[in-house]
């Protein structure tokens, strides 16, 4: 029997590095997360500090960074390393999104030598967490109409205002909020216990459980001058952090689509209904063969993203192509296998219904695919319809 790699022959795509990459991550992953999952799931939770340390010592925090202790690997090998640790669950993947894509490339990116000598290398070792802070409660998917609000106070500089579904925001040690200031927009760098900083973790979620989620609140928080992120202007300067992370949700999503399938088909081949395995009946043929289509696509799909930004020419609108159509066909590929397996389909006893709870998430954050579709509408038709 064929797997739904080998139908498209996605090995055959691959290199050197970028096979050890995901091998490892995926020994990793069978070893270490997969057996956890479901309780952590089950329970709403993470033990991020321990699954961030196992990260950095695989050196998969910011692994596509050059220096500072990180691996400096192709972002190719950053998305399949990606791919293997969201086939567990999308909400470790976003750990590593997080980590590595937002708060370590912001600071990469736009920081100080002091900060990144600061920060960096113990993000990379999973030492120090960090959170990413630019979502508030009345802007998602405007963050230019953000209130929170950097202000000067002679050299220092005072933050007020609000951040919600903050990934890491309660557990992180350092977090990257971005403000409204007099000359535009400025990221800074709020390292936790600073006076005036809180953090509420956000309960009852129905989607990425296994993920830290949390409300930032700053009143009257004071930072010295060196806390803001010197390279930082305006909104570029967290889009540019947000498309590192949705190239890797590109890989990401399919790696949740994968297990789903795989789930499914091995369900149908044990389950015997009317007296034959589902696995021998035309309907449920169907499903696999239109989800393991869409799960190819969307590899190939991503490998030629890696290939174009391993290049230096990928383009904000390929990426926003990627996401919307990986993000879209993972959560209908796992919605069609939640029902090949019947009413077990529903219960954490299998990773399919949980990842289709994740991908609601996955679909939403690192911008909803409405804004996608809008970002290509203008991209194709040269009109702005965001507003
Ligand atoms: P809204 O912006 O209110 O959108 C609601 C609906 O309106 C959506 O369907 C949207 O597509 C649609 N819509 C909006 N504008 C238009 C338009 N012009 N035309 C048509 N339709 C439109 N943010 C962070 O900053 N850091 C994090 O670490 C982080 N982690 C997250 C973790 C989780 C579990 C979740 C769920 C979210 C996280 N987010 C984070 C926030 C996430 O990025 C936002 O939820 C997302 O950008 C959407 O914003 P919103 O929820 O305010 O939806």
């Known amino acids: 029997m064929t797997s739904v790699d080998e139908l498209f022959a996605i090995e055959g795509l691959l290199a050197g590095e970028e096979l050890d990459v995901r091998a490892t991550a995926r020994a990793f992953a069978d070893r270490e997360l997969r057996p956890h999952i479901a309780e952590w799931y089950d329970a ?37 390393a990606c791919h293997e640790i969201e086939a567990v669950d999308s909400g470790l993947r976003s750990l590593m999104s997080v980590q590595g894509s937002l708060a370590m490339h912001a600071i990469h990116a736009y920081g100080s030598d002091e900060q990144k000598q600061q920060w960096l290398r113990g993000m990379a070792a999973g030492e120090l967490i960090g959170c990413f802070g630019l979502t508030e409660p009345d802007f998602g998917s405007n963050p230019g109409g953000m209130r929170t609000r950097a202000r000067r106070d002679g050299k220092d500089w005072i933050l007020d205002g609000t951040k919600m579904w903050i990934t890491n925001g309660t557990v992180a040690d350092v977090a990257v909020v971005w403000a409204r200031t007099d000359d535009g927009g400025r990221g800074f760098l709020v390292p936790a216990g600073t006076p005036g900083l809180e953090a509420r973790v956000m309960r009852r979620k129905l989607s990425l459980r296994a993920s830290v989620t949390a409300e930032l609140s700053f009143d009257g928080v004071r930072l010295p001058a060196e806390a803001l992120l010197p390279g930082a202007r305006g909104l570029r300067a967290p889009l540019g952090c947000l498309g590192e992370a949705r190239f890797g949700i590109v890989f990401g999503s399919m790696g949740a689509a994968r297990t789903c399938l795989e789930t499914a088909i091995e369900y149908a081949k044990a389950r015997v209904v009317f007296d034959k395995p589902i696995a021998g009946y035309q309907l449920t043929q169907a499903k696999i063969a239109d989800g393991a289509v869409e799960y190819g696509k969307g590899m190939l799909l991503a490998l030629h993203l890696g290939r174009l930004k391993d290049s230096g020419q990928i383009t904000p609108e390929q990426v926003s192509a990627g996401k919307l159509n990986n993000t879209r066909e993972a959560l209908a590929i796992a919605r069609e296998c939640r029902t090949i397996l ?12 949980r990842h289709a709870a994740n991908l609601e998430t996955v679909i939403t954050y690192e911008g909803t695919s409405e804004v996608h579709q809008l970002v290509l509408g203008q991209a194709l038709t040269g009109e702005n319809a965001f507003r």
């Open 44 to 80: 709403g939770t993470l033990p991020v500090r321990e699954v961030a340390r196992e990260f950095g010592s695989l050196g998969l925090l910011g692994m596509h960074l050059d220096g500072y202790g990180c691996a400096g690997t192709s972002a190719t090998a950053y998305g399949l």
């Open 342 to 353: 019947g009413a077990n389909g529903i219960t954490l006893e299998y990773p399919v219904m």
